[in-house]
């Protein structure tokens, strides 16, 4: 029988509202608070090419940052005879055959990454583990294996001090480089499974976020600046006897993450910011109810819903939320119904005020779907000069290279749907795909 539901008294300190500029560094929670406060903040820095599980990592890339040491050929290990890997980044691959041009994006992305780190007011660091790996060729503390052979690794595990000076540095650069007046310290609530080899994962676990937490206690109390949020207390000790992890008994569950942040808003975030993800959760209740009924064919319910969203969100001072996500989400609703036509009448009244890569990017994709194919390739050409590739615009590179293939291929331009769809396979910084490739240089007529 449950005991009496008691939560973690956390003492308040809102921080963050809806333009403050923030950072996230660390494990894959410090992607979830990202994610979840980007929905109602535009100003806030994810890490670049993937999590750092390890405190170490977060601060041996901001020391390269600070020296302008960004990747180089030295810095890249074979992973196989067509890939190249880095052991700075998680899951970060280049193609042997065109590293040095992949290596020219990625030092580019590192660049833009570090000048957004720079303007940052708030930073939060998520401990995922003190259970490292190092190569054995260099003693260097890899990010994440990346596939390399295990038997080019040493395990190794940070003591609390290791971690502690590790917290300790990354608060001495941000002070020093960036605006960042407030750190947000958390260790991550996730399971790890790796770690010395010849124990039960858990019984490492335990001991590894053991070093983290001591690090973090020591820290928080040296610095007045510096903020505990209890994530891994919440789910270990609020949560107790409640089914707070996912089928794999790693990760957390959806419901455990989104109560987490709940208490993460309610602890750090404005009032303001509080109101408006009240009426953004009603906003998405409404989005889901009409994308429900227009899939099951009841149109005209899912247009009164959609209506009622977009009353919603008109409502919504510009203070909340300004007009250009307005905007933004109601062309995903258009989207979702393949209405182009109207997508490229709002995109179009928008003006300068269209100026994001997203809504470039559907301005294109209007004018394609309603036949205006040299005005999209145009528009489509724009974006590839305008803006730089990032982690967060990569997939819709990705999709502007497929659209001009397609739109030249169709054009009987074969030459520049070749080209366009190579481009289309090298996009991703992150993964290679040889065969396809291969595919489209046998296969594509000239």
Known sequence: MFGKFESIDIQRKPLVDVNTKAVTFGSC?????????????????????????????????????????????HDLIPLNSNELTTVRYSNLYFPAAYS????????????????NIKQAEICIITLGTSDVLRLKSTNEIVTNTNHLDKSLLLEDRLSMSD?????EQIREIMKSESQVK??????????????????????????????????????????????????????????????????????????????????FFATYCTEALEELTILLNKAAQLFYRFEHFYSIGFREMAKEYYQKCVDLLDSLSDVQMNETKKKTLIVQMLLRQNRYAEISNLLESMGDNRRNFVLEFLYALSLKETGKTEYSI???????????????NQALYVKIYHHLGEMYYQQKELHLAKEYFTRH??????QLKPSLLNDIQINLPE
Request: glycine share 2%.
């Open 29 to 73: 929670f410090a992607f979830n608070i990202y994610q979840t406060l980007r929905q109602y903040n535009d100003n806030l820095v994810s890490m670049e090419f993937g999590v750092q599980y390890n405190v170490h990592s977060v601060q041996n890339i901001l020391n390269n940052y600070v020296k302008g040491k960004y990747l180089e050929e």
């Open 100 to 115: 040095d041009k992949f290596l020219e994006r990625a030092r580019t992305r590192e660049s833009k990454y570090w000048e």
């Open 378 to 392: 145009g528009r489509f050409k724009a974006l590839l000069e305008k803006y730089s590739l990032t982690d967060e």
């Open 182 to 263: 407030h750190f947000i310290v958390t260790v991550s609530p996730q399971i790890y499974k790796f770690g010395k080899s010849n124990e039960d994962y858990r019984v490492v676990n335990s001991s590894s976020k053991a070093n983290m937490r001591a690090a973090a206690d020591v820290f928080y109390k040296l610095h007045d600046d510096v903020h505990y949020f209890p994530s891994y207390e919440i789910v270990i000790d609020e949560l107790r006897g409640w089914e707070y992890f996912s089928l794999d008994r790693v990760h957390v569950s959806n419901e455990t993450r989104n109560y987490i942040m709940k208490r």
């Open 425 to 430: 396979c090298l996009s991703s910084v992150n």
């Open 163 to 167: 971690n502690l000076k590790c917290l």
